[in-house]
């Protein structure tokens, strides 16, 4: 009963799981990074427009369309900077929160029982995802295959924020949206302004 049993090659193939890591496992979305960062070349091709987007339109804006009115002015430092910055605080919140990957070694919190089974006693199956050797699959997790990692409530890997958007960074990801489109929004009020004088 004390003999420990040598570890197997299925629980030595369950370290590496997940996408690889930099920075010795301490930025990456393997199962022992400290900090959750994806490192997918088309994501990191895609935040940097997303990032330099954003950056250009605020220094543009300053410089072009602010310089000859009051108005202008108190609209772009007031309404449009604010939600410019907001906007990139969200993009990077988005892009560096974990979605909600399922731990190595994760079990139900409780039994789950079939929905409207007559048989009461009748226990439904631990789901288990064969890409992240077996490890368990709460509902509504779906595996990510750019992460490499089941992620709860996934909703989609979205290259603009280099990240899966799930249960715990959905928020970040809609105010990342909303606040871009204010921007963009204040922005075009502050071309009419420009037009008008």
């Known amino acids: 009963s004390d003999r420990k049993t040598p570890p197997n090659d299925s629980t030595q193939s369950s370290i590496t799981m ?20 994806t490192i997918d070349p088309c994501g990191l091709l895609c935040i940097t427009l997303s990032f330099s987007v954003h950056f250009y339109a605020i220094s543009v804006i300053a410089y072009l369309l602010i ?3 009051l108005l202008s002015q108190i609209v772009y430092f007031a309404l449009y900077l ?47 995802c064969a890409k992240c050797n077996d490890n368990y699959k709460p509902p509504r997790a779906h595996h990510d295959s750019v992460t490499g990692r089941c992620v709860v409530k996934m909703d ?6 280099c990240n899966a958007v799930g249960a715990l960074n959905h928020k970040f990801f809609v105010l990342f949206i909303f606040y871009t489109l204010l921007s963009c929004l204040l922005s075009v009020v502050l071309i009419m302004i420009r037009m008008v004088h």
């Open 156 to 161: 989609h890997f979205c290259p603009w924020v």
């Open 82 to 128: 604010p939600c410019a910055l907001l906007a990139v605080v969200s993009l990077y919140t988005a892009w560096t929160t974990n979605p909600g990957a399922v731990p190595m070694g994760a079990r139900p919190l409780t039994k789950m029982k079939k929905a409207g089974s007559s048989n009461k006693g009748r226990e439904r199956s631990m789901r288990r």
């Open 67 to 69: 310089s000859k009115s």
């Open 18 to 37: 997940g996408r690889s890591d930099i920075c010795c496992t301490t930025f990456g979305t393997s199962f022992e990074a400290k900090r959750w960062l």
